[in-house]
């Protein structure tokens, strides 16, 4: 699983495809308030950027690949 | 190539000849809705058709085209001159398009450009469809005249202040490096992760990527109502590679991309915190002081204390640090653009965003005034800006192949031809310039140069006009006014003044193979159209030629009765040896011919195979199975009918295969197999037949469900149910009306399979086996023949006529002692080498009232043949030779008849009846 769901936060690991995106947009509909560690993420389809978007998810750990962590901060970062 | 693809190119080929030929009649009957409605087809089905390669370019001007067309023909958009000579101009391209991909087997990656162009200008016609196309308004490249140019105020428009600083000061050095910079902006269809597409792997993989962002296209809806698989977020991003690079790297979604250049100084946009910090009036004075007096390191280092003595979130720093960037890049280069340090110094002054119109305009007169090529530093007006790199080239190629023309020895009366044909190609370079008014003073220059007659007036107009490696001018002087429309109309100019250098080149006797840099898809009428190389033949011309050459093999066989009759009837033995040999002449050339015939129409069995790995990868998907599929002799050949007919049985075999054969990874693990399953079809030529094997490693068939399943549908009774074999067990799935699957699935299960596969393969001579090993898996093994054209049969002979019969149902001849013929039952059989073969008579089937003829020593002529599985006697009079003829089904009255399964003309003109021996037992 690209996607480890613990119980407050979900820990993206290397490539997060697009069939991730609907079983992460269901997790985050039951926990709201949960963060998301992306440390070990290496690349995610935008599905899923959309759900952290439009979750406004927190963001526990930004990933650790520069070029990713930049994309993401514009997308993420209010 | 592989062969759908060359299916394609042949048809587009077709295709594009039935457009251009729609068009045409369009012309005379521009009202006709049926010629409209087939014109369409034709564009619909070509785009359909291309999308099933990977030639994006390809497909969106058929695209544009197909709506275009489908507009017309729903009157929305009247049909015009304009309109089919873009469609033919589109047409066109997809025409040089597929030579491309002919001659080098793929598509060069240029096209893109090309592509959007025709694509636009097809649309505008469909958006103008109110106001009449103005042919002066040019199409297409309008859009692209003002994000040619990277002027600031366009920049400034562009969401840049959102980019970090850090990345707008990366971007200016490279812009100051000589890197053209590009804003894209990129927004995605809603639909295109149903398509498979990744947007952000694509932006991600952008060459010189030196910022990206993402944005949302609208605000978010609560999370309860998002639609997680509808893209709404739009990218946006800054990078310094070039257009030709950018358009290749986003070819697939080139229309939803939009890409402008940036201009450098757009990016100096100071931020940060605008409240306190002193606003430092020495500071300023000095460092003014110091750019007036050029001293631009001075200026560092001040500019440098000033930033350490700051608060580095404070808009002042921010200012200070472009400033300090902006003077360093200066310094690099050595040259000063003191108007943007001098903007930046203002800004610093007034707290406001630095005005950067008037450096504009300064930087523009600058260099107009001077001759040298623009400094690197201020690419503002480079030549890139106007035309692009590709375009001036072609302007270098072509004004250096006029001076190589005007340079020629003036030893004949060349000249006055030359000086002409230059200034064509010159004039046609100034008007795709844009710049007109420039050539009056060509023609004048020309009118001195013919009454010299010497070149070198021009020569000397040329070197003032375009001096070496100074094209620069040209960019400028597209900066003017007229700029959009010289713009707008660059495509056509230019290659239209390409066209003038080419037969400027012509005209003069040994001119240089200057302007052929860019070939242009606009074809003409008298241009050689390569042809195509293979034929689309109608199949009833080959069917024709096929009876032709059959009656011919009748005819031929003729030859040996003549010689017979006459060494016999009129004793000349040399005349006959003579026909003899003059046969076997005509034999050999015939065979040559038939075999060639046969040979048209002979396909490969990939025909078929090649929808299975689809077919394959669908339906494991949806039964959640992992197989592999392996294929083998996909080249092996058989006649296109036999292969045709294969198609649906080897469908419904893969299937039942797949649904009934293989079983799922996990009863896979628990049987210790691989949890993927082998499917494997293997297609190879024995002797005159195609075997076609298909093969799983899947549970195999179980025999005693079968023959339960068999009994309980009453397919066969209780005894049979006691004492069939395993193996005649496993052929019942060929019976009519069985299925083994539980459930009823959309796949198989209804029990309409395997008999039906089995009549579609009987149907063309062929025979199909099954063996399976329970457990192990389960092999189909097809027999077709090669071809259809040709029936080898056996003549022999009842109550005096001459019956034939397929050879591939005779198994052996015999002759049986009438002694030990027996009646069991009401029936006959003859014990033959221990096995009990039952017999029939021939005569009592076909109702030929005339007892069986005995030989001399009393015996029966018994012809056993195979029925399936089993073997029969059938008592005729006498055999005869076996034959190779030419099977005509029966036609008219006659079809009806299923005894025969057709007949054939004989050598000497007698005519042959065929038995189909299945019907008549």
Same mark, same amino acid.
């Given at each position: 699983m690209p996607i480890e769901f613990q119980s407050d936060q979900a820990v993206l690991l290397d490539i997060v495809t697009v069939e991730e995106a609907e079983t992460l947009l269901e997790w985050l509909q039951e926990n709201p308030a949960a963060k998301v560690n992306l440390a070990d993420c290496t690349h995610l389809h935008p599905a899923n950027l959309q759900v952290l978007m439009a979750a406004k998810s927190g963001i526990d750990a930004w990933p650790k690949e520069a070029g990713l962590r930049a994309w993401l901060e514009s997308a993420l970062s209010d | 190539m592989n062969p759908l693809l060359e299916q394609f190119l042949s048809e587009a080929r077709d295709f594009l000849q039935g457009i251009s030929t729609k068009l045409m009649e369009l012309e005379d009957a521009p009202d006709d809705a049926a010629l409209m409605g087939e014109l369409f087809r034709l564009v619909h089905t070509l785009k359909g058709n291309s999308g099933l390669f990977d030639f994006p370019e390809m497909t969106r001007v058929l695209h544009a085209g197909e709506d275009l067309m489908d507009a017309v023909r729903n009157g929305r958009v009247e049909y015009s001159q304009i309109l089919a000579d873009r469609l033919l101009n589109a047409m066109d391209f997809v025409g040089m398009l597929c030579d491309e991909i002919e001659s080098e087997g793929a598509m060069g990656s240029t096209h893109g450009t090309d592509a959007a162009r025709l694509g636009e200008s097809l649309r505008e016609l469909m958006q103008s469809a109110d106001k009449a196309p103005d042919e002066s308004s040019a199409p297409a490249a309008g859009t692209a005249a003002d994000v040619e140019t990277p002027d600031v105020q366009t920049s400034a428009r562009l969401p840049l202040a959102n980019i970090a600083e850090a990345a707008r000061m990366e971007a200016y050095r490279r812009a100051s490096a000589g890197d053209p910079l590009h804003w894209l902006a990129y927004a995605p269809d809603e639909q295109c992760f149903y398509q498979g597409d990744d947007p952000f792997f694509l932006v991600r993989q952008t060459p010189e990527l030196l910022w990206g962002g993402i944005e949302a296209r609208e605000s978010w809806p609560p999370l309860a109502d998002l639609d997680a698989y509808a893209c709404v977020l739009d990218f946006g991003l800054l990078t310094a590679a070039s257009r030709p690079e950018l358009e290749e790297q986003y070819r697939y979604v080139i229309d939803q991309v939009t890409l402008t250049p940036v201009a450098p100084l757009a990016l100096i946009v100071p931020q940060g915190d605008t409240n306190g910090g002193p606003v430092y009036d020495d500071f300023i004075s000095d460092a003014q002081e110091l750019l007036h007096a050029g001293d631009l390191a001075g200026l560092s280092r001040s500019v440098a204390t000033m930033l350490e003595l700051s608060n580095p979130e404070l808009w002042v720093a921010s200012a200070l640090r472009w400033l300090?960037?902006? &003077?360093?890049?200066?310094?690099?280069?050595?040259?000063?653009?003191?108007?943007?340090?001098?903007?930046?110094?203002?800004?610093?002054?007034? @707290?406001?965003?630095?005005?950067?119109?008037?450096?504009?305009?300064?930087?523009?007169?600058?260099?107009?005034?001077? *001759?040298?090529?623009?400094? %690197?530093?201020?690419?503002?007006?480079?030549?890139?800006?106007?035309?692009?790199?590709?375009?001036?080239?072609?302007?270098?190629?072509?004004?250096?192949?006029?001076?190589?023309?005007?340079?020629?020895?003036?030893?004949?009366?060349?000249?006055?031809?030359?000086?002409? /044909?230059?200034?064509?190609?010159?004039?046609?370079?100034?008007?795709?310039?844009?710049?007109?008014? %420039? +050539?009056?003073?060509?023609?004048?220059? @020309?009118?001195?140069?013919?009454?010299?007659? /010497?070149?070198?007036?021009?020569?000397?107009?040329?070197?003032?006009?375009?001096?070496?490696?100074?094209?620069?001018?040209?960019?400028? !002087?597209?900066?003017?006014?007229?700029? *959009?429309?010289?713009? *707008?109309?660059?495509?056509?100019?230019?290659?239209?003044?390409?066209?003038?250098?080419? /037969?400027?080149?012509?005209?003069?006797?040994?001119?240089?193979?200057?302007?052929?840099?860019?070939?242009?898809?606009?074809?003409?009428?008298?241009?050689?159209?390569?042809?195509?190389?293979?034929?689309?033949?109608?199949?009833?011309?080959? !069917?024709?030629?096929?009876?032709?050459?059959?009656?011919?093999?009748?005819?031929?066989?003729?030859?040996?009765?003549?010689?017979?009759?006459?060494?016999?009837?009129?004793? $000349?033995?040399?005349?006959?040896? !003579?026909?003899?040999?003059?046969?076997?002449?005509?034999?050999?050339?015939?065979?040559?011919?038939?075999?060639?015939?046969?040979?048209?129409? @002979?396909?490969?069995?990939?025909?078929?195979?090649?929808?299975?790995?689809?077919?394959?990868?669908?339906? *494991?998907?949806?039964?959640?199975?992992?197989?592999?599929? $392996?294929?083998?002799?996909?080249?092996?050949?058989?006649?296109?009918?036999?292969?045709?007919?294969?198609?649906?049985?080897?469908?419904?075999?893969?299937?039942?295969?797949?649904?009934?054969?293989?079983?799922?990874?996990?009863?896979?693990?628990?049987?210790?197999?691989?949890?993927?399953?082998?499917?494997?079809?293997?297609?190879?030529?024995? /002797?005159?037949?195609?075997?076609?094997?298909?093969?799983?490693?899947?549970?195999?068939?179980?025999?005693?469900?079968?023959?339960?399943?068999?009994?309980?549908?009453?397919?066969?009774?209780?005894?049979?149910?006691?004492?069939?074999?395993?193996?005649?067990? $496993?052929?019942?799935?060929?019976?009519?009306?069985?299925?083994?699957?539980?459930?009823?699935?959309?796949?198989?299960?209804?029990?309409?399979?395997?008999?039906?596969?089995?009549?579609?393969?009987?149907?063309?001579?062929?025979?199909?086996?099954?063996?399976?090993?329970?457990?192990?898996?389960?092999?189909?093994?097809?027999?077709?023949?090669?071809?259809?054209?040709?029936?080898?049969?056996?003549? +022999?002979?009842?109550?005096?006529?001459?019956?034939?019969?397929?050879?591939?149902?005779?198994?052996?001849?015999?002759?049986?002692?009438?002694?030990?013929?027996?009646?069991?039952?009401?029936?006959?059989?003859?014990?033959?080498?221990?096995?009990? $073969?039952?017999?029939?008579?021939?005569?009592?089937?076909?109702?030929?009232?005339?007892?069986?003829?005995?030989?001399?020593?009393?015996?029966?002529?018994?012809?056993?043949?195979?029925?399936?599985?089993?073997?029969?006697?059938?008592?005729?009079?006498?055999?005869?030779?076996?034959?190779?003829?030419?099977?005509?089904?029966?036609?008219?009255?006659?079809?009806?008849?299923?005894?025969?399964?057709?007949?054939?003309?004989?050598?000497?003109?007698?005519?042959?009846?065929?038995?189909? &021996?299945?019907?008549?037992?």
């Open positions: - | 300090q960037l902006v &003077v360093e890049s200066e310094a690099a280069t050595a040259a000063a653009t003191p108007a943007i340090v001098d903007a930046l110094l203002e800004s610093l002054h007034s @707290m406001e965003v630095p005005n950067w119109e008037g450096v504009d305009a300064t930087l523009l007169a600058g260099e107009s005034s001077e *001759s040298a090529p623009a400094p %690197a530093s201020a690419p503002v007006a480079t030549l890139s800006a106007a035309l692009s790199a590709e375009e001036c080239q072609a302007l270098e190629a072509i004004v250096t192949a006029q001076r190589a023309v005007l340079s020629q020895p003036e030893d004949s009366g060349l000249l006055p031809g030359r000086i002409q /044909s230059a200034v064509a190609a010159l004039s046609g370079c100034l008007r795709a310039c844009g710049d007109q008014t %420039a +050539v009056p003073s060509l023609e004048a220059v @020309m009118a001195e140069a013919l009454a010299a007659n /010497s070149g070198a007036a021009l020569l000397a107009w040329l070197d003032e006009r375009f001096p070496a490696g100074a094209l620069e001018f040209t960019a400028s !002087d597209a900066q003017s006014p007229t700029q *959009s429309a010289a713009e *707008s109309s660059l495509d056509h100019q230019s290659a239209s003044a390409q066209a003038s250098a080419t /037969s400027a080149s012509a005209a003069s006797t040994a001119a240089p193979p200057a302007a052929e840099g860019e070939v242009k898809f606009g074809r003409r009428a008298e241009d050689a159209i390569a042809g195509p190389k293979s034929l689309k033949v109608d199949q009833t011309k080959i !069917d024709r030629l096929m009876g032709l050459i059959g009656e011919m093999v009748v005819a031929k066989n003729g030859l040996p009765y003549l010689a017979s009759r006459a060494e016999e009837k009129f004793g $000349v033995r040399e005349l006959s040896r !003579d026909i003899k040999g003059h046969y076997a002449v005509i034999n050999r050339i015939a065979e040559e011919m038939q075999d060639a015939i046969m040979q048209v129409r @002979m396909m490969p069995v990939s025909f078929v195979f090649q929808r299975f790995p689809r077919l394959v990868r669908d339906i *494991s998907r949806k039964l959640g199975k992992d197989v592999h599929l $392996v294929m083998e002799g996909e080249d092996t050949e058989a006649d296109k009918n036999i292969i045709e007919s294969l198609g649906d049985p080897l469908v419904h075999i893969v299937r039942n295969s797949l649904d009934h054969g293989l079983e799922s990874p996990e009863a896979r693990a628990d049987a210790g197999k691989p949890a993927t399953g082998t499917l494997s079809l293997r297609a190879m030529q024995e /002797s005159d037949r195609v075997v076609i094997e298909i093969k799983d490693d899947g549970q195999g068939i179980d025999p005693e469900v079968i023959k339960r399943k068999a009994y309980a549908k009453g397919l066969i009774d209780e005894a049979t149910l006691e004492r069939i074999s395993n193996q005649d067990a $496993v052929n019942l799935i060929f019976a009519a009306g069985l299925s083994t699957a539980e459930t009823v699935s959309d796949l198989s299960g209804r029990g309409v399979g395997m008999d039906v596969v089995r009549s579609a393969v009987e149907n063309v001579n062929g025979s199909i086996a099954l063996t399976s090993v329970l457990g192990q898996g389960t092999q189909l093994r097809m027999s077709l023949p090669l071809s259809m054209a040709v029936t080898n049969v056996m003549i +022999v002979v009842s109550n005096d006529q001459p019956f034939g019969v397929p050879m591939d149902s005779v198994v052996e001849t015999v002759r049986v002692p009438r002694s030990s013929i027996r009646t069991i039952k009401r029936s006959l059989a003859t014990v033959l080498r221990g096995h009990v $073969v039952p017999l029939k008579s021939l005569n009592t089937l076909l109702g030929i009232e005339a007892p069986h003829q005995p030989n001399a020593d009393d015996e029966l002529a018994v012809l056993v043949v195979r029925l399936g599985d089993e073997t029969l006697g059938l008592l005729v009079d006498d055999f005869r030779e076996t034959v190779d003829i030419i099977l005509k089904p029966m036609t008219g009255v006659l079809a009806s008849l299923s005894a025969y399964s057709g007949s054939a003309l004989m050598g000497d003109g007698s005519v042959l009846m065929v038995l189909n &021996v299945k019907e008549i037992l």
